[in-house]
């Protein structure tokens, strides 16, 4: 990928990698320490843990950006990664459940300040669309291969050392993260020079400004209104993968706990393989004709699921999983590159963090309605009920994408053959004047 022809990306990227191992080992090493402390209640501290994480991820993130805006971005990645650090350090001297609880609080509200800083960085220090692209598709492959290595990492270790090791592992994940993004903080900083707030003002009233700038400014333009929509139509998909996977295996096919891992591995490679060919794609196809292309794929899929289980097939099963992973991997990939190319030097960073917040919100609601929903109204009726969801999200796109007015002039008219606020490929200068391009940009 020429991506990685830019050094602070490769150095970045590392920081990337270690740090998501770091965190899957810590995902298995928080599931045998509950199980230690709670016994056969373990599934129940898990699931509290995993809500305080969703609700770190989407009350703290506009929080902490709003606290560090006045910090170069590298004080703000490497202090992210010391907290964790700090964190993981503890963990093996947790003794009560509490405690679990308050230290994941922590541990994700750092990270909820590194990841979107690390998506604004990423995005200011790869200027170029096309290998932007393929960055944002790298940081992708990371996140899947991280799901798949991480626990066989996990399992070889656990042969030789006891659980509580693990988190030794994780801290040094975090610790190599700090060190290879301290390795190019002056490249980091020099890109983000210009898009400090000018004004330092503590007051209450412009803190709660700069915590809810993100928000304000996804709402009041267009292409991000339509990413706001495609968030729900991902929420919809991935939760049914996450929370149903085990059951349709286990219970619908009578598979093995292997079945339901190679279930979630065809999600992966689809996701994989999307990602790969994602730059490709958007390169002939443009940004939004994929994205909402993908999105009716999600929505149909969902709903396939209610006529799966009236005659279930595990083969069919992988091909749907898999043709779901490519789906939100093209989206998400859209999405970046959407808010990269639709953000100012000034407000970067803040859209970044209300992206992040905003999406796990969609989680918060597609989680428990496909794990409750299909406890209480079957199985069918919540694919079907998510594929709605899903729908709903694919309409607010399309109309938030929708082509140019009629109020344009009649230039801009006759130029427009797609949604002007996503048309982003250089080449659009070839079709058009200087004028009229910038006009459509916008």
């Given at each position: ?136 598709a790298a940081s992708r492959i990371a996140y899947d291969l ?234 069918a009726v919540c694919a079907l009920v998510l594929s709605a ?54």
């Open positions: 990928m020429r991506a990685f022809t830019y050094p602070t990306f490769r150095r970045l990227y590392g920081a990337q990698v270690v740090s998501l191992l770091g965190t899957g080992l810590l995902t298995v090493a928080l599931g045998l320490l509950a199980y230690d402390l709670a016994g056969p209640d373990a599934g129940r501290v898990l699931g509290t843990a995993l809500a305080v994480k969703m609700v770190a991820y989407v009350v703290m993130a506009p929080v902490m950006r709003a606290l560090v805006a006045a910090l170069p971005a590298s004080r703000v990645l490497v202090g992210a990664d010391l907290v964790r650090l700090g964190m993981a350090c503890c963990l093996p001297w947790v003794g009560h459940v509490w405690q679990i609880y308050l230290l994941v609080f922590a541990l994700q509200t750092a990270s909820a300040t590194f990841t979107p800083t690390f998506s604004a960085t990423i995005a200011r220090v790869v200027d170029d669309g096309d290998d932007y692209s393929a960055a944002v991280e799901s798949v290595g991480s626990p066989l990492i996990a399992a070889a270790l656990l042969t030789v050392v006891s659980y509580s090791t693990l988190f030794v592992g994780t801290a040094l994940g975090f610790a190599a993260s700090a060190v290879l993004v301290l390795s190019c903080r002056r490249d980091i900083n020099r890109s983000s020079i210009n898009e400090r707030p000018t004004s330092t003002s503590t007051s209450a009233e412009s803190f709660a400004r700069r915590t809810f700038a993100g928000c304000r400014i996804m709402l009041a333009r267009s292409a991000f209104r339509g990413v706001l929509w495609v968030n729900v139509v991902v929420a919809a998909a991935t939760a049914l993968v996450m929370v149903g996977t085990v059951v349709f295996v286990r219970a619908d096919l009578g598979g093995s706990a292997t079945a339901v891992a190679v279930a979630f591995a065809a999600f992966g490679a689809g996701s994989i393989a999307a990602a790969i060919l994602g730059p490709l794609i958007f390169r002939r196809a443009g940004t939004s004709r994929p994205m909402l292309a993908c999105a009716l794929a999600c929505v149909i899929g969902v709903a396939a699921m209610a006529a799966w289980l009236g005659a279930p097939s595990y083969i069919s099963l992988l091909a749907l999983w898999a043709v779901l992973g490519a789906a939100t991997s093209i989206i998400s990939t859209g999405t970046a590159r959407l808010l990269r190319d639709h953000s100012t030097d000034a407000d970067r960073d803040d859209v970044f963090t209300a992206q992040f917040s905003l999406s796990h919100a969609a989680f918060l609601v597609t989680y428990p309605l496909a794990g409750l929903g299909a406890s209480t109204s079957g199985q969801l899903a729908l709903l999200g694919l309409v607010g796109a399309a109309y938030s994408w929708r082509p140019v007015s009629t109020t344009r002039t009649a230039t801009t008219r006759t130029a427009n053959t797609r949604p002007a606020n996503l048309r982003m490929h250089p080449r659009i200068s070839l079709t058009m004047n200087r004028a009229t391009a910038t006009a459509d940009e916008r």
